[in-house]
């Protein structure tokens, strides 16, 4: 019996198939067969039932099919020592994540990994946390970005990040008016979640439990795109992890929810039997700079309070060709006997797609007594730097209706 015969074994075992099994190991079938057929007589036990049809182990089998296993991946482990030894940087790189990170993060990560170490052969794995966890404690992977915490005496783990919540709402939701939500806000209220085995969902029953909000039971998705479709289409609301926000995500508001605001810390995880730590080491780093990007792509996804009034109104959210929109909000105080007053000639000048606020005194103030308190202006002659205190000039006072058409 030699290490080929082991592989021979673990093929037919794969594939149940002696063709197919003589076909992965590039021989003919009746060498293949030959072979197993001699492992049993050494072994003295009947390894394979074998009929017409179909190939199955036997309870024995099983058994020597598990070792021969454990047996090829610490030979692969002794080869892959060597290969360390010889240049820790070099190899392959086996690492997971389960799909509500990976699909973000992941097109962040992969090209600082090949720029930082060339010879790396990155091999990325999508699977649920459970999957992963058996991959690395069975050394079929060497690392997995997880949520934190992993509690196994076998695995090494190091925070990464937080990844906060927000809540997905579409643009028509009674909720959608608030500039940020607290927790209390969710009671009564029907959330969609993911399916059973994701993690996130874990996340999301513990804060509805919590807050005595319920799940919506006829539906459930797969993955965050399909949540992301179902809460534009208006059939319910969601928890969005911040890495997964999306600028400019028509029909949809997140809402951020005030402190102590719920999330999940994401990790890095190994085998704390590794040979590759400096390779762990900078693979930490990396992770936390492909975050950081993914950050800041997601951060003009999150809206203040102003631009989510314009877009609730169904108000025009990007300049049209020529045409700079900005809007006006109307800036309030508490006087000394706690009533809510307005500022004296004072507004909030907000720039649609985000940029600096600041205050400023326009030439002419517009009384309203329309909800939201909001003035919307338009500016399509010559550009100002609004966000560098310029004071509004007169022919921006040309105030527009929730269409985006000039009033009259």
């Not at 099919?65 to 047996?71: G, L």
């Not at 990040?161 to 927790?183: C, M, S, T, Y």
Request: glycine share 6%; aromatic share 6%; hydrophobic share 40%.
């Amino acid at each position: 019996m030699n290490l080929r015969d082991l592989h021979y074994l673990i093929a037919v075992a794969d594939l149940r198939s002696f063709v197919q099994a003589a076909e992965r190991c590039f021989i003919s079938q009746p060498t293949l067969s030959m072979q197993i057929k001699k492992m049993e007589d050494t072994l003295g036990v009947q390894i394979f039932e074998r009929t017409n049809k179909k190939v199955l182990p036997t309870e024995l089998g099983e058994k020597i099919i598990a070792s021969a296993r454990r047996i090829l991946k610490e030979v692969d482990n002794i080869k892959e020592l060597a290969e360390t030894a010889q240049d820790p940087m070099a190899g392959n790189l086996r690492l997971g994540a389960f799909p509500t990170l990976s699909t973000y993060i992941f097109p962040q990560l992969v090209p600082l990994i090949t720029q930082t170490m060339p010879r790396i052969r990155l091999i990325l794995v999508e699977e649920k946390t459970d999957a992963l966890l058996h991959q690395l404690r069975t050394g079929q992977m060497d690392a997995a970005l997880l949520a934190m915490p992993v509690l196994d005496d076998f695995l090494e783990t190091q925070t990464l990040f937080n990844d906060e919540f927000f809540l997905a709402v579409a643009a028509a939701h009674p909720l959608a008016g608030k500039g940020r939500i607290r927790q209390a806000d969710l009671a009564g209220q029907q959330l969609l979640l993911l399916d059973e085995g994701h993690c996130l969902r874990g996340h999301a029953l513990q804060i509805c439990h919590a807050n005595q909000a319920e799940e919506q039971q006829d539906v459930r998705a797969t993955g965050l795109e399909t949540l992301r479709q179902m809460v534009r289409a208006g059939t319910g609301i969601t928890f969005m992890p911040r890495i997964a926000l999306k600028p400019d995500d028509e029909g949809i508001v997140y809402l951020p929810f005030d402190a102590p605001a719920p999330g999940r810390n994401i990790g890095l995880v190994w085998r704390k039997t590794t040979a590759r730590t400096a390779l762990i080491r900078q693979l930490y780093e990396l992770i936390k700079q492909a975050e950081h990007l993914v950050k800041l792509a997601s951060s003009s996804a999150v809206a203040s309070e102003d631009l989510q009034i314009i877009r609730n109104l169904g108000f025009i959210k990007r300049p049209l060709f020529n045409v700079q929109v900005f809007a006006y909000r109307r800036f309030d105080y508490r006087n000394a006997q706690g009533n809510r007053e307005q500022a004296p000639n004072r507004r909030k000048l907000v720039g649609v797609g985000g940029g600096n606020v600041r205050y400023h005194r326009p030439d002419q103030v517009m009384k309203t007594d329309k909800t939201p308190r909001a003035v919307y202006y338009r500016h399509d002659k010559r550009r100002q730097d609004i966000s560098q205190g310029m004071q509004a000039p007169s022919e921006m006072k040309q105030p527009f209706n929730r269409l985006g058409q000039q009033s009259v």
